[in-house]
């Protein structure tokens, strides 16, 4: 069973939606725990619309599971990662008139750079991830940075499985995640999973950890997070 990392993002953006103090990631994050969640995932954005600075700090504070905290690759990223000093930190592509990110980091491009970063958050003893799409070049540039982690980025596999027809998709996340981890790469999966396309990404064999916001938000509304928590580890332990 796959761990489950619980993206608290979009409970910052409600609060976000009128200003005020409610509801507070913080307080997501302790009923994630206590609901069985292996990870709290924050996604400090350059331009703030959902998760601050302030979340940041008391998540790591308070909680006593991993943060893993996704950031673009920027200078002042970097320096708040090092102030906050969390568990992990997943680099990830960023602009500013997306909606949600919309696909895997070009580390082929960035390599050196990237590689600047993954050896200063090392030197705090942060380990690295990078969210990649799920292409062979990617995952082999990603571990020539010294990260030990690829985020395989499922976007594809979501929407294809919502319109029937995911079987390539999910070919390439089986075979990525077969050569990360022939090249001593952790695997981890996240974007666009939900109740029911989850499952067919958890039993694939080397993925450990997949990450997942908005659906359990999104049922959190209608049934209580504690118990949107609890459906979704049940649903990766049942596969």
Do not use: W
């Not at 995640?177 to 989850?198: F, I």
């Not at 908005?214 to 959190?220: E, L, S, V």
């Amino acid at each position: 069973m796959p761990r489950l990392g619980v993206n608290v993002d979009h409970v910052a953006t409600i609060r976000q939606a009128r200003g005020t103090f409610e509801p507070a990631p913080v307080r997501a994050a302790v009923i994630c725990e206590l609901a069985g969640a292996d990870a709290i995932v924050a996604h400090l954005r350059e331009d703030r619309r959902h998760m601050q600075y302030r979340d940041m700090e008391l998540i790591k504070e308070i909680s006593n599971i991993k943060l893993n905290f996704e950031m673009a690759a920027t200078e002042e990223m970097v320096d708040n990662a090092l102030a906050i000093l969390p568990e992990q930190v997943t680099l990830v592509p960023e602009k500013r008139e997306e909606l949600t990110t919309e696909g895997g980091l070009n580390v082929c491009r960035q390599a050196r750079k990237l590689s600047g970063i993954v050896e200063t958050l090392h030197k705090k003893g942060i380990a690295v991830s990078l969210f990649i799409d799920p292409a062979e070049k990617q995952v082999k540039a990603s571990c020539e940075t010294g990260a030990e982690a690829v985020e395989l980025h499922t976007g594809r596999y979501a929407e294809d499985y919502s319109r029937g027809r995911s079987g390539d998709e999910l070919k390439k996340l089986i075979s990525m995640t077969e050569l990360a981890k022939n090249l001593h790469l952790d695997v981890h999966a996240g974007h666009g999973l939900t109740y029911q396309n989850a499952r067919q990404v958890a039993i694939i064999g080397g993925i450990e950890e997949l990450n997942i916001g908005h659906t359990i938000i999104a049922r959190a509304v209608l049934t209580g997070l504690e118990t949107a928590v609890k459906d979704m580890v049940a649903l990766l332990k049942n596969s």
